[in-house]
């Protein structure tokens, strides 16, 4: 009779699972023995659970499908947590297993048990107790159908170790069917094709849900047929394809920055998949601003900077097609905005090769964009040269700029990068970290080099916690407390089996790069960073142009 175990891996075939990515602990000792017959589902070891978690999110991400992760009970299944709670804002696929302790009887007291279930329940879209054997193939099925649908998020089952291990007759699989999403009603697309009709000077917004998977066809359909210019929020760049000439900048900021030239004169924006969870692309609220239509999977919530005044609710792909029926060829203004294009991407590609050294942002990113191919990943940490990315890089191609701006977390940046490379072997991937949240997963390295990843790190060395640094200055406090030691990363990566090399000239960066990627295997280039123009740009220029900059 197969065990629970069993009856768990199976049912992760049955959904079509390859990997399970984690770190185990006694009580999953059983589900290890049944992946290893499976033989299946490979088990990809890491070497702290967090990065697990972060690895199998971006396999949602990636794929619209979720990624699994393991971990053991109470300290494992707690590292997994700021996982969870990446995959739960960022809306990315996840099914997170962990163990425990038998229920029925223990022989070890309390040792090891805190409520797994109670703590990942605010950082997951379901969390649950798996109590008997013969309903694991219902409860994964389920799992997988409640992570997937939109929202899409993480799930959470707990199988204690005498549910894993006990023997049942067996329990039939769920299969698995497609669904396909409802498509907005005729009411809502012919209001919000008036009031686009309307507008004068319309504009549309990609927002984070732009980025899933399946919906890339359908928006870069919806752009080419309108003519209406677009701008991206960070999380919902590079989701047209093509169309790039209608491509009027990214909304690091939520104010003053160049692309705002636009916003601000908009009088009406469609906002395609804006989720709230991200930093406002730009604040609502202001005497004459623009009308708002958000178009969403899901409808808009309501924030004291987000209020749209009609929605777009349903399947974002094939409504904004019966959008763009009733619009293509009846936009005279569609253009309006476009003049202020070459301003603004003008103003943005300043100093992008400014030979100074250590060499600036703006340069950084201007030679990754050289060195990466049009379906090139590049997966970024948390830190100040996020805003520098969102800002500068241009994207071609959805997803292939990786970025949190939702829970913003430090660490995620190498395994995401990690993943993209395993899904993705045939692309170059690359991560770019600052020194502090490289050093929070850095441990992965030998994760990489174990499983013969094609991988470059960049690290950019500041030696401090740069952005917090930043915000530090520009909010008038001393400089303080953000400062540390960094180790030789040349020979830290040596030390991994990885590759290291350090950047001492600017012109320098793109060759290491350029032959990093060439050699292939795993490669750090650590490069020093100028980061006086956080301030000259982010705040001195910004701040010049006035709150007001833009406004007709
Ligand atoms: C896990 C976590 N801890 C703390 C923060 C707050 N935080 C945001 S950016 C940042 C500094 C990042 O430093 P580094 O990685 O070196 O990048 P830099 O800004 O220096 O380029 C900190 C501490 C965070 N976002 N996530
Ligand atoms: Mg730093």
């Known amino acids: 009779m197969p065990k629970g175990a069993e009856l768990l891996v199976s049912a992760l075939e049955n959904e079509g699972v390859e990997r399970v990515f984690g770190v185990p602990g006694e009580e999953n000792l059983d589900v290890l023995e049944a992946l290893r017959r499976s033989g299946r589902v490979e088990l990809v070891l890491t070497r702290h659970e967090q990065s697990a978690a972060f690895m199998a999110a971006t396999h949602g991400r990636l794929t619209g499908r979720p990624g699994v992760c393991l971990s053991t009970l109470g300290p494992g299944a707690l590292n997994l947590c700021t996982g969870a709670a990446f995959a739960h804002l960022g809306a990315m696929p996840m099914v997170l297993i962990t163990g425990q302790k038998p229920i029925r009887h223990s022989r070890q007291a309390r040792f090891q048990i805190v409520d797994v279930v109670a703590a990942m329940r605010p950082l997951t879209k379901l969390s649950r107790q ?117 491509y009027m900048g990214t909304a690091a900021l939520s104010e003053r920055d160049h692309v705002h030239d636009a916003i601000d004169r908009a009088d009406l924006i469609l906002a395609v998949g804006h989720d709230t969870v991200e930093k406002p692309p730009f604040l609502m609220g202001a005497p004459g601003g623009p009308r708002v239509v958000h178009v969403g999977y899901t409808p808009a919530g309501v924030e004291e900077v987000f209020f749209p005044h009609a929605e777009v609710v349903g399947d974002v792909g094939p409504s904004l097609e019966l959008l763009a029926d009733r619009l293509e060829g009846k936009l005279p203004n569609a253009g309006a905005l476009l003049p202020l294009r070459e301003g603004i991407l003008a103003r943005i590609r300043e100093r992008a090769e400014d030979g100074r050294f250590p060499p600036t942002p703006q340069r950084i990113v201007h030679d990754v964009r050289g060195v990466i191919p049009e379906d090139g990943i590049v997966a970024l940490d948390n830190g100040m040269y996020k805003i520098w990315f969102a800002r500068n890089y241009r994207t071609r191609m959805a997803n292939t700029l990786l970025l949190d701006n939702a829970l913003a977390t430090m660490g995620a940046g190498l395994p995401s990068a990690m993943m993209a490379a395993i899904l993705h072997p045939e692309r170059r991937v690359l991560a770019v970290c600052g020194d502090g949240g490289f050093m929070m997963n850095s441990q992965e390295l030998e994760t990489a080099v174990r499983l013969r990843l094609n991988l470059v790190v960049l690290v950019l060395d500041d030696g401090a916690y740069g952005m917090i640094r930043w915000k530090q200055a520009v909010d008038g406090f001393a400089d303080f407390g953000m400062t540390f030691g960094n180790p030789d990363f040349v020979r830290y990566a040596e030390a991994y089996g990885a590759k290291g090399h350090r950047v001492a000239r600017t012109e320098d960066l793109a060759p290491t790069l350029e032959a990093a990627f060439a050699a292939g295997g795993v490669h750090l280039v650590a490069t020093p960073i100028d980061y006086s123009e956080n301030k000259r740009v982010l705040v001195d220029e910004l701040r010049a142009r006035g709150s007001s900059a833009g406004k007709p």
């Open 130 to 246: 798996v109590v008997g054997a013969e309903a694991i193939p219902t409860l994964v099925r389920d799992a997988f159908r409640v992570a997937q649908e939109e929202r899409p998020g993480p799930v959470h089952l707990e199988l204690p170790e005498d549910v894993a291990a006990e023997e049942v007759p067996g329990a039939p699989l769920v299969p698995p069917h497609p669904v396909e999403l409802p498509v907005a009603s005729r009411a809502a697309l012919d209001r919000a094709a008036a009031m686009v009709r309307a507008a004068e000077r319309p504009l549309v917004m990609l927002g984070a849900a732009a980025s899933r998977p399946r919906l890339a066809a359908g928006l870069a359909g919806f752009v080419r047929r309108t003519g209406i210019p677009f701008f991206t929020t960070q999380m919902g760049k590079g989701t047209v394809p093509g169309g790039t000439e209608l």
